[in-house]
DNA sequence: GCCATATTGTGTCAATATTACGCAATATAC
DNA sequence: GTATATTGCGTAATATTGACACAATATGGC
């Protein structure tokens, strides 16, 4: 057992990924307090007595920038170099969050000083480790998006294919065969047709499609496991 | 900032698992304190300050066993309802280990009256939440089984090529066919044949293999994605 | 010593899955 | 109404996976 009383902090961090336009974002605040002032980092603070590190993740995500996340995980706990308090040894539970940026106000508050969405190709140099986790939960969001259809958490609830499609080349950052792209995704039937259509510009008008939740869940169940890479 | 001093402690346990004669083996220990004396649990304890989590299990897992692994990573942060102290919350940093059983000589010293492995399959009820842990382990394990070359760690540096294949269907749970198994983990190039034969008991001689670590280092450099579900 | 037995080592073919690719349909913009 | 942009589909070539059987080489028992 432990002599010396444990020192240790624990604290929450999230890398919060948005999609639109193309483009891929990274939900970023700005320190209001400490060393580290005025440098950007990820939302997150210290864990408090009697909560879960989950609940933990989603009330400083809604303090620090009002954003509630449609889809959450555990990413990976860091306990080496991180010195948030220099005289604490702190140890950081990562999660990876998804959610659509305009179906969210952000409301920098207390630790805060703003809250803003960065394109991921063009954030600043972050406080602490967070660069590193940043580019680690990218990572997890590209492989996880091969073979979990965490993917439309970051578009609307029905959406033309096209959408879809772009999303997963933005992401994965290489063209996908729109036609085998689409192919797979109908014969696996995790997404399905809906009866409405949308005309946006030029070109036959696209028709919506939605994700067949229901379906997925019984494909897991049954041991499928997805494969959804594409040259 | 937290106003209340924050009174949660950070623990640290390890599912360590072996593998010998068609049988998949875990690390436990005999608990020789505590309101769960002389239940049996995973090794582990608290990390001390100014210790890095890896290192914090490497250590309990030599004092409490005397066993140091061959492979660990990190396998998930529980935060919830562990409580193991009635007065604090903790939250419990879960490793993920491999090692041959019959390299190491089981030495329980400390917070451990016992340490033994035990047959998966026949595992006692374990102390805390520690049933639940290696439930993940051991499908993290089987997972990764499939796309990385974690299971030359359960044998010896050079083996016949049938026991890779014994491990591979002992822990994945079903038969798979020895030829394509074969075929497959020689045209990846990520097993070479050694030119030492053995003979045991009956039957043709055995060629010795073995794992070619340089050849898969770059393999997965260049992005390659291993394989290796086979029906 | 010889034969029964057990285990290793290898190749082929069919079924399936992946990849590459082009053209018709349908709307808007001008 | 014509040019342009985008959606919606189908097929052939290729690559991968999966099923399967028999020869080779040793030991164990008599």
């Known amino acids: 057992m432990a002599q010396v009383p444990q020192q240790i902090k624990v604290a929450v961090d999230a890398v919060?990924?948005?999609?639109?336009?193309?483009?891929?974002f990274v939900l970023l605040i700005k320190q209001r307090y400490g060393q580290l002032k005025d440098r950007w980092a990820l939302?997150?603070?210290?864990?408090?007595?009697?909560?879960?590190?989950?609940?933990?993740?989603n009330r400083e995500l809604k303090e620090e920038t009002g954003v509630s996340t449609s889809y959450l995980e555990q990413l990976y706990t860091f306990g080496d170099d991180v010195e948030r308090d220099p005289r604490a040894h702190v140890v950081s539970v990562s999660y990876f969050g998804l959610v659509r940026p305009s179906s969210m106000r952000l409301r920098p508050?207390?630790?805060a000083k703003d809250a803003k969405w960065f394109k991921l190709s063009h954030k600043p140099d972050l406080a602490f480790d967070h660069n590193k986790i940043v580019q680690i939960a990218h990572q997890r969001l590209q492989a996880k998006l091969h073979y979990r259809?965490?993917?439309f958490q970051l578009l609307k609830s029905t959406f033309p294919f096209s959408d879809l499609e772009n999303l997963y080349s933005t992401i994965l950052g290489h063209d996908i065969d729109r036609r085998n792209f689409r192919k797979r995704m109908?014969?696996?039937?995790?997404?399905e047709e809906t009866d409405k259509k949308v005309s946006i510009g030029r070109g036959r008008p696209a028709n919506l499609f939605k994700f067949n939740k229901s379906n997925y869940t019984r494909l897991e169940k049954s041991g499928t496991i997805l494969n959804l890479y594409l040259a």
């Open 109 to 111: 508050t207390g630790d």
């Open 186 to 191: 109908l014969t696996l039937g995790i997404v």
């Open 149 to 151: 259809p965490i993917g």
């Open 43 to 57: 939302p997150g603070g210290f864990v408090l007595n009697k909560e879960t590190l989950k609940s933990a993740v």
């Open 16 to 24: 919060v990924f948005g999609y639109e336009n193309q483009q891929l």
